[in-house]
């Protein structure tokens, strides 16, 4: 698995571009959170998507709060850590948070 991380408000304005040719996940994560932590790893031990199937976005929202707060008014979705938002064609088609964050639920939101 591949994560790209994201940065800034512009990063997420290039991942809006980005979901009309592939769709997008966007994990917000807590480096402080042991929840946060275990929803990140389990993803990633359950990830087999290819890079032109699902391309994998990572927020430390400690670091980039402004950011986060960003991708909640961005997609209309109440902010919470962790959390996971796929972005498709410049929607959100599926949020999940903390131990809701499957792989199998993506499967089925894309």
Same mark, same amino acid.
């Given at each position: 698995?591949?994560? &790209?991380?994201?940065? $800034?408000?512009? *990063?997420? /304005?290039?991942?809006?571009?980005?979901? @009309?040719?592939?769709? =997008? +996940?966007?994990?917000? &994560? !807590?480096?402080? =959170?042991?929840? $946060?932590s275990?929803?990140?790893?389990?993803? /990633?031990?359950s990830?087999?998507? #290819?890079?032109?199937?699902? /391309?994998? %976005?990572? +927020?430390? +929202?400690?670091?980039?709060? *402004?950011? !986060?707060? %960003?991708?909640?008014? /961005?997609?209309g979705?109440? @902010?919470?850590?962790?959390?996971?938002?796929?972005?498709?064609?410049?929607? =959100?088609?599926? *949020?999940? !948070? &903390?131990? #809701?964050?499957?792989? $199998?639920? +993506?499967?089925?939101?894309?």
């Open positions: 698995m591949k994560w &790209h991380t994201i940065n $800034s408000v512009n *990063d997420i /304005e290039a991942i809006i571009d980005r979901s @009309h040719v592939v769709p =997008c +996940l966007i994990l917000k &994560h !807590s480096t402080r =959170c042991s929840i $946060s275990m929803a990140k790893s389990r993803v /990633e031990m990830w087999d998507f #290819n890079d032109d199937q699902v /391309e994998a %976005y990572y +927020l430390d +929202l400690i670091a980039y709060r *402004d950011v !986060s707060n %960003y991708i909640s008014n /961005e997609f979705v109440p @902010h919470q850590s962790p959390q996971a938002l796929l972005i498709e064609n410049g929607k =959100c088609t599926y *949020d999940a !948070s &903390h131990l #809701n964050i499957r792989v $199998s639920d +993506l499967k089925q939101a894309s």
